[in-house]
């Protein structure tokens, strides 16, 4: 079975040394440099985007009174939501950046 998957084509520019380890890497006979090169930008879109995030935890840290049930459905696992000294869920609601704010 075939299924075609619409991607959008980009061409680049890459100087001689990364085209050679491309080619040692993922040699072009094999078919797998488009998905090497695939994976390549999703992982450095995702090391991009966790920075942007772990910024955001370090300017507006998560309340001290957080309960299971405000964490429900998020990663448990989140290295980055440390709850900052002090901070209340009540008073981040106070300043209007509470989770229902718009």
């Not at 619409?6 to 061409?11: A, I, S």
């Not at 390549?40 to 299971?68: H, N, Q, V």
């Not at 696992?77 to 718009?102: E, F, M, S, W, Y």
């Amino acid at each position: 079975m075939h299924i075609d998957i619409y991607m959008k084509r980009m061409l680049i520019e890459i100087d001689d040394r990364s085209a050679r380890d491309l080619e040692r890497v993922a040699p072009a006979k094999e078919r797998r440099r488009a998905e090497f090169v695939r994976l390549a930008i999703r992982r450095a879109l995702d090391l991009a985007l966790e920075r942007t995030t772990k910024g955001a935890y370090a300017r507006l840290p998560s309340p001290s009174d957080l309960t299971a049930a405000d964490l429900e459905g998020w990663d448990p696992h989140n290295q980055l939501a440390v709850v900052a000294p002090g901070t209340t869920k009540a008073a981040r609601i106070r300043k209007g950046r509470g989770r229902d704010a718009a």
